[in-house]
């Protein structure tokens, strides 16, 4: 008697079997990294919040929130869809989509959008209305952000030979798009009071807590893995086929990438804080420690439009550069008259920039010729934050001659908590007393006097 | 001669390595989720310092730290066995299970169970005294919160017809379980010295940080993700089976729920901020960054019960709805002289509440009929909830007629930081002086004296 | 007619396929618990920002972002080269290796050498230079650690009769060492002013705010899941071999000891905080909460050597353990002089050195006997604390002996913040004025003048 055939496996089976773990395995992966990078969130409003006047923050938290909140909600019902439009797929309105790609297409776009979003608040901070920014940041999720990705990432037509523009991560894509928007807003929207002085010297107006600054700039480091490493798939093919009696394609591990992508966010990022330090260091003989929180961060901008690209020994120079060059551009923008208050456009926008330029220049294998991959870079650089400026512009141009971009004198000196929100941020600490102001209390009732410390110690 | 006929598969073979594979990316998925819910305790922790007073934070403080550590091996030796036991699987001692079963069994359970604990320390601050509150902690871990995951979860009791009562994520069975507990425990402990009037008018209390609360509120976010994502299994199906010569089964990835719950869930808490932003705006034409926070919250917490189920209309209209209550339901706990601290009622148990007994109002698909689900839906609500008011409001009085409930008038006053812990939170800030508070100095040991800022500087 | 036999599935095609997605499924863990692991930096930086003096905290914070920026780049370049040839495989420069290994090889190693070498910066809070620190953690990173991790991890060498030195995830490898070296070095570099007085008594110097110390320990108790479980393989095995017309090894799911790792760490935690949160209580009447906090985190170093392989009891009681040690050893450290600020050696040092030795004695499967096993371990806790205390000691004495490693008494009474930094931490706060010190402010240009709180309101 002979041996039965063990019962083996037949090609769709496989096939079936096979392309539910690949497919699972991705998602996870997009889930997993669009948590880290929805969690920059909060690094952002530490950050920001950090850097304001204790008067302030209150301000600058409830525009972070509602930055993601009202972004958000526009990105699901037009942004997205204008992304694609103007990539050329039609308006795809997102909640008809299938319910599968709401995780891995519209949320994981979402996540980037409203990182760029977010940006802008920290350089309006401390005398933009709220309802100013709200409105800026409707049309942000709505229009201009999307048509940035529309021309780009949906439809790559910025090309230049046989080179088309290159942005890995959204080094230009989303931080310099948000950096040059929130420059823009700031230059519009004119100085905090006291800012700068009329013979043009500049006065500091340091931010109340160096603890949640550095705080969010680690969170945000932390949320960057998701946005830098997570922009990699974690299969560089993920189905396998089966078609005329054969099985074609096949599950293909995208480790080089993956590995290419961490080492090169890690040391830009270490060099970004190195490099600020250094300059820091040079000018002063200390080493302030905004600069190496803010350095840090630049390291990481300036590789994101390249981290699967550059070489090893680009990305340490790209981290040098781009926290070196951050003093200096903020004192420029300084020099400008512009009270860029989180110092965003030096940190999300010039740092956006160097790294996006120097893609040609550092990148491991690059395809098309130097020069034109250099010149598609240009011409992508130029008309990402050309679009930005102009529609950004516009909008704060329009708000400011109604009146509705920034708040009275008087409220501005008051601080924005008490004048937009009605709340002190710390009622028991700093000069002012403990009574929460008339007007808005927090969960006050009517018919009720605020205690206060006096009153209740 | 003929080519040999190539090495085949067996059944056997393919099954076993892609059931390896299917396990451990089922795996990976729950421990991911689980150390983002585990993360929640630091927004908790944040969230809820942020809103008291500075004499009162590290009490505050503390009560999280011990909730996860007290509560977390209760449920590990007791807790987990009684929630089998009220299931009608018999009593399970935890640490004898199968080693696996601890990563995707018991510490999934767990973080679940923790959450529902933390809850009600926001409610009970500036009065209880610690060791009632731990007291109070351990029995929710071992008894309360196990009855309710027993009678649901675990046992599916809870049926109307063809309905069963529908909780994907905990909207009721964590957080309105543990909102009507803070609920329950605040209203027999009674308010703070100074919440409310003799003439039933009420003032505030404002917290001493606004940015520590907006800090929980982003982490508190971010660690949802886990909790409601993460319910969804990324696998659907995980297994292949070989049995009389066939495979069956097979892997079956579960996309598209997974996609609804990161889209209702994201929508949800975007629509809680705006909902609440618009309430305050009406009231007062300010927005309090607070509600605004809470009311993110309150948008997580409405979604809670039906993320993978609600239509994106739906998501949207719970989330406007579990903020736009928080604000009006907070003021009605006020009314009811209720001293919520943190406002754990309409957070996690109104905002709960509404979005379990909305869902067969906003089902994409709903099997049984409108009527048997809204009522299951009320039945289970209504059990749950009872059972957690009878259970929390005993102890609590048993606790306050044996004068164990709450510290004395002189410690409320004074604060809960010095006479329960015998620290100061913030020893350089505020009106108090540096100086630790005798008998009980953070590392103090014997025949030493306390240093002040004077003496140091 | 008879049917066509249906496409099967050779053995290459499944080998190539499942060894793809196995791949795929240990890197994606390696790469989310190394993000994890990172992460502890923002923990690191909160807890020890929270433990010193107001005018320090930025001296603290610029120290945690160049530990992680210099401590890594040298780690690039030198550090785990090194590691690699005094483990016997040569020098390795990592920038040439295979790019997938700088993820899950160079990376992962990374994120842990860089915990060990954060520890010491919260022993020497206060007092010593910059430059000093940045030495040191140049040549922590560059061959102290590297040593360490080439004699075990890499090299194996440590021994005794049938039993290698076990430490799974860094209790003695990574902790106790960071905590030795920080003992090491607050020894060389002497007390603060005015923490101890002439006849030998104790002063308390409190930290600044018990808020962020608890955030930070949360913080790091979220990354340490990275830390410990992610040091378990998701799979055990994961690839098949086709080799002589046979399929050997395959994918094996590794959830016994994952279920394991996250049991004993979670419950090790626990009572760690309950240790010392007991101790602190019999001690004072009071529960010290910086006490909980860190018996908390002592817990968890407590079972970071031997999480896979302890018993659940025996990880409930080393967690008791090290949480109860906490008190005691501080105090110890206190009567020899030592001001070891953020108390580090009791959390990371005395608490690893329990759990490494404690293995032999809790272990669920033990292979070679008790007295060899513990032998090995006395042994390699010998080895690596006695190079470390050798190697640090040396490098401080040196910096001291040339006077580099302590800032003048008239800069730490005036605070690291100006004196290092030219910053403030909280202008708005505490008793100093808000004016930014001269010569280093924040973001300040030539030729303008500070802006006080006064000119701005």
Known sequence: MIDPIPLQVTAETFAENINALGASINYMWILTVSFLIFFMHAGFAMLEAGQVRSKNVANQLTKNLLTWSVGVTVFFLIGAGVSSLVGGGGFNFVPVDDPASWGNG????????????TIVSGAVAGRAKL???????????????????????????IQFGDAVFYDFAGGTIVHAMGGVAGLTAAYVLGPRIGRFNDDGSVNVIPGHSMTFAVLGTLLLAFGW?????????????????????????????????????VMTTTVSMAMGAIGAALVAWAKTGKVDTLYVANGLLAGLVGITAIPDAATWWGALLIGLLAGAQLPLV??????????????????????????????????ADLGPSVANAFLAQVVGVAAILGWTVVAT??????????????????????????????????PEFGGSDSVVADGGP???TDGGSDITEGDNE
Chains 1, 2, 3 share one sequence.
């Open 106 to 117: 519209w949320f994981y776009g979402a996540v980037f959008a409203m990182t760029a979003a």
């Open 131 to 157: 309802r100013a920014y709200v409105t800026y940041t409707f049309l942000l999720a709505a229009v201009i952000y999307p048509v940035v990705t529309g021309i780009t990432w949906a439809g790559g037509y």
């Open 225 to 261: 893995y998701g946005f830098n490493v997570g922009t990699a798939s974690i299969l560089s093919v993920s189905a396998v086929t089966v078609e005329d009696g054969a099985i074609t394609g096949g599950i293909a591990f995208n480790g080089a990438v993956l590995g290419r992508v």
């Open 330 to 363: 903020f004192e420029l923008t300084e020099k400008l008259g512009i009270d860029d208050v989180c110092a965003v456009f030096p940190v999300h926008g010039s740092a956006g920039v160097l790294g996006t330029l120097a893609f040609p220049f550092v990148a």
């Open 393 to 426: 512009g516009l909008i704060w141009y329009v708000l400011k001659a109604t009146g509705q971009a920034r708040v009275t004198p008087e409220h501005e000196q008051e601080g924005l908590d008490v004048s937009e929100h009605g709340v002190e941020t710390y």
């Open 442 to 444: 927090t969960f006050k």
